[in-house]
């Protein structure tokens, strides 16, 4: 048999006991609380979003440097096999170079064009047969080998092998564009000969 358990109806006196045990937090405390958590959640997103916006600079800073060096390599490629025209002698921060590449018997024409930031680095070819059969400035239209903002600036200058030859070294300068100022990476070419 089951015994049916009576509950106990309580009387005013134990209800105002039970109501005045139970605490919660009162409406300053809650408010107190609130503010605190959107400081700290204001102060984490501000931390946060300068640090994306360094990382998003440094990493523009990265691929521009990859950048230059993949076309500063290949532009190497190009120039260690290639005749430059015996005058003049040497040359300093030119905007632009012409060659003959002995290796595919083109002419090649590299050249900074545009100012600054604004500028991008391009090459030609053109059928030739040596360098006296390059034409000064090239004849066909220059192809992109960066895009606009990768480079602040490039410079070819020439030097030569001996005092009174043609051009037997090149060097190869670029501004790199990053964060700040741009960095600069250079390298020189000997020519083969």
Known sequence: MKKHQKIKKLSPANKKTL????????????????????????????????????????????????????????????????????????????????????????????????IGINGRLQTATVAGADIASCPVISPTPYSDLTVVGEFVNFRFSGVPSEAGTSVGKVVLRADVAGSGDASQIQTAVSLRQ
Do not use: W
Not at 31 to 59: C, E, N, P, W
Not at 61 to 70: I, K, L, P, T, V
């Open 19 to 114: 109501h005045s045990t139970k605490r919660g937090f009162s409406l300053v405390e809650s408010l107190v609380a609130v503010f605190i958590f959107s400081f700290v959640a204001v102060m984490l997103t501000g931390s946060f979003s300068g640090f994306l916006k360094r990382y998003a600079t440094a990493k523009k800073a990265q691929r521009s440097a990859e950048s230059a060096h993949y076309v500063m390599n290949l532009m190497v490629k190009t120039i260690r096999n290639s005749t430059l025209p015996s005058l003049p002698i040497s040359f300093t921060n030119q905007s632009q170079i012409r060659m003959f590449d002995n290796s595919s018997g083109s002419c090649v024409y590299y050249r900074y064009q545009g």
